[in-house]
């Protein structure tokens, strides 16, 4: 496409028509720099755009100027200009379209953008926010309200424009990054966030949301703990967990505090106590030697339940986070009890060193639990918490080479001898683990904890 005299025509990428038709931004500028409008697949040119005349004056108004000069257009078979309103803004009908598409998205888009869906759509129909701002217990409605407030005096024709926008990005995405996994190599049950396989004597759970860093929803909880229980009654010698992508896992998500029940926070919390105490007796009990083939970073919960592990192997780019006391929480996984007992203590030394007194012995445990500390993966080895750390170019390769020759071995001989090896602990770590869940409970339902996912989501949410 070209035009004369003046405009330039750019092809570029899909416009905020809805998806109706493939769409390309015009710059015009002739006089009125900065104009934009898209030109979409139609059934032809109006008759004015072939005209010669000399563009009018700017004062006449953009909108107007391009309608009343067309300059020369080079014919595109069935091209018709789309003129969406001013600067193009999507119109009422785009905006209603887009509140309906919302609803087909065949991927959840996470808690962020849901809040910049829910401020974009509020601000659309109702201008700036005008409501109270919800107490600070109210986190659900104070994110949302932050979301809302955030966007200030922005007007509702761009607000529109931005969320019909938005939602087309959404719709995109949503189409081009669906993964169709063979249902011969899925064991039910599961869902789409999980993939277990049975190979080579190998059951493999592999954390299955790359985009959103494998973080956990309650849904993969239920799933993962069903994937535990037919792992370990199948013919494989031993069972691995995994992650797809570049993380490992990166801890909760954080729709999981978000969901509220009908009887607000206080079943939430009583509910979710129950899901993590079972959850982790899952691992307690598990028969079969259990291996953490750690693939990238790896957060909270992820990293909590190593210690339940046999076997844990990590490429050198993991890195490994507990970020308790930043959350308003504690730890979990009955690492109280296993990240103090893999790691020994450790001297930390403050201040002059020759002053007396200066040294102080704090376990190293404390430092990851209690104050947050991320530890990289020759770190977590030196401690004890990673059995081997391999090259990230050669992790997959080296990691598999190996439990494939482990999966050999005869099966209920590596049970026994788990067993002989676990079983002295095991009523200690149930304990422990109900203890720590009962722990948790109460801090979910603390203001630390909500006011630390309220900032976290109202970062978020920011546009």
Same mark, same amino acid.
């Given at each position: 496409?070209?035009?004369?005299?003046?405009?330039? +025509?750019?092809?570029?990428?899909?416009?905020?028509?809805?998806?109706?038709?493939?769409?390309?931004?015009?710059?015009?500028?002739?006089?009125?720099?900065?104009? #934009?409008?898209?030109?979409?697949?139609?059934?032809?040119?109006?008759?004015?755009?072939?005209?010669?005349?000399? =563009?009018?004056? =700017?004062?006449?108004?953009?909108?107007?100027?391009?309608?009343?000069?067309?300059?020369?257009?080079?014919?595109?078979?069935?091209?018709?200009?789309?003129?969406?309103?001013?600067? /193009?803004?999507?119109?009422?009908?785009?905006?209603?379209?887009?509140?309906?598409?919302?609803?087909?998205?065949?991927?959840?888009?996470?808690?962020? +953008?849901?809040?910049?869906?829910?401020?974009?759509?509020?601000?659309?129909?109702?201008?700036?926010?005008?409501?109270?701002? =919800?107490?600070?217990?109210?986190?659900?409605?104070?994110?949302?309200?932050?979301?809302?407030?955030?966007?200030?005096?922005?007007?509702?024709?761009?607000?529109? *424009?931005?969320?019909?926008?938005?939602?087309?990005?959404?719709?995109?995405?949503?189409?081009?990054?669906?993964? +169709?996994?063979?249902?011969?190599?899925?064991?039910?049950?599961?869902?789409?966030?999980?993939?277990?396989?049975?190979?080579?004597?190998?059951?493999?759970?592999?954390?299955?949301?790359?985009?959103?860093?494998?973080?956990?929803?309650? #849904?993969? &909880?239920?799933?993962?703990?069903?994937?535990?229980?037919?792992?370990?009654?199948?013919?494989?010698?031993?069972?691995?967990?995994?992650?797809?992508?570049?993380? &490992?896992?990166?801890?909760?998500?954080?729709?999981?505090?978000?969901?509220?029940?009908?009887?607000?926070?206080?079943?939430?919390?009583?509910?979710?106590? +129950?899901?993590?105490?079972?959850?982790?007796?899952?691992?307690?009990?598990?028969?079969?030697?259990?291996?953490?083939?750690?693939?990238?970073?790896?957060?909270?919960?992820?990293?909590?339940?190593?210690?339940?592990?046999?076997?844990?192997?990590?490429?050198?780019?993991?890195?490994? *986070?507990?970020?308790?006391?930043?959350?308003?929480?504690?730890?979990?996984?009955?690492?109280?009890?296993?990240?103090?007992?893999?790691?020994?203590?450790?001297?930390?030394?403050?201040?002059?060193?020759?002053?007396?007194?200066?040294?102080?012995? %704090?376990?190293?445990?404390?430092? /990851?639990?209690?104050?947050?500390?991320?530890?990289?993966?020759?770190?977590?080895?030196?401690?004890?918490?990673?059995?081997?750390?391999?090259?990230?170019?050669?992790? #997959?390769?080296?990691?598999?080479?190996?439990?494939?020759?482990?999966?050999?071995?005869?099966?209920?001989?590596?049970? %026994?001898?788990?067993?002989?090896?676990?079983?002295?602990?095991?009523?200690?770590? *149930?304990?422990?683990?109900?203890?720590?869940?009962?722990?948790?409970?109460?801090?979910?339902?603390?203001?630390?904890? /909500?006011?630390?996912?309220?900032?976290?989501?109202?970062?978020?949410?920011?546009?």
């Amino acid at each position: 496409v070209s035009a004369e005299p003046g405009p330039k +025509v750019a092809l570029g990428r899909r416009c905020a028509c809805g998806g109706r038709a493939v769409c390309y931004r015009i710059s015009v500028a002739a006089g009125f720099a900065g104009f #934009q409008q898209s030109v979409t697949s139609g059934s032809g040119l109006p008759s004015w755009v072939s005209s010669r005349a000399s =563009p009018p004056a =700017p004062a006449a108004g953009l909108r107007d100027a391009l309608l009343n000069w067309g300059g020369r257009v080079t014919r595109f078979p069935a091209l018709q200009l789309h003129l969406c309103g001013p600067a /193009m803004r999507a119109s009422q009908k785009d905006f209603e379209n887009a509140t309906n598409q919302v609803k087909l998205l065949k991927k959840d888009p996470g808690n962020e +953008v849901k809040l910049k869906l829910y401020a974009l759509y509020k601000q659309a129909t109702e201008g700036p926010c005008n409501v109270p701002k =919800p107490g600070v217990l109210d986190f659900i409605n104070k994110a949302k309200w932050d979301a809302w407030n955030a966007l200030g005096s922005l007007p509702k024709e761009t607000a529109r *424009h931005n969320y019909v926008d938005l939602v087309s990005s959404l719709s995109a995405s949503s189409e081009s990054s669906i993964q +169709v996994t063979p249902a011969a190599d899925r064991k039910q049950p599961g869902s789409d966030a999980l993939v277990v396989t049975s190979q080579d004597g190998i059951t493999t759970i592999t954390l299955n949301r790359p985009d959103k860093k494998n973080a956990l929803t309650t #849904q993969m &909880y239920h799933d993962i703990m069903l994937a535990l229980e037919a792992a370990s009654k199948d013919d494989s010698a031993i069972t691995v967990l995994t992650g797809n992508g570049d993380y &490992y896992c990166s801890g909760n998500d954080l729709t999981n505090f978000t969901d509220i029940p009908p009887g607000g926070v206080e079943e939430k919390a009583r509910s979710g106590a +129950v899901l993590l105490r079972d959850f982790v007796d899952r691992f307690i009990d598990f028969p079969k030697p259990l291996v953490a083939v750690v693939n990238g970073p790896a957060v909270g919960i992820s990293v909590t339940i190593l210690g339940l592990f046999d076997i844990v192997y990590a490429t050198d780019r993991a890195t490994f *986070h507990t970020p308790f006391s930043h959350l308003g929480q504690s730890p979990e996984g009955c690492s109280s009890y296993t990240f103090p007992k893999i790691m020994g203590p450790s001297k930390v030394i403050f201040g002059n060193l020759k002053m007396k007194g200066n040294v102080i012995s %704090i376990p190293k445990a404390t430092e /990851m639990l209690v104050f947050g500390k991320k530890l990289t993966a020759r770190e977590a080895c030196t401690q004890g918490l990673v059995t081997e750390v391999f090259p990230d170019s050669t992790f #997959q390769k080296e990691v598999w080479v190996r439990l494939k020759a482990y999966s050999k071995l005869p099966p209920n001989a590596m049970r %026994i001898s788990k067993q002989v090896i676990r079983n002295t602990e095991k009523e200690k770590l *149930h304990a422990i683990n109900a203890e720590e869940s009962n722990i948790l409970r109460e801090r979910w339902l603390s203001d630390e904890c /909500m006011n630390a996912v309220v900032s976290f989501l109202s970062k978020k949410a920011k546009l």
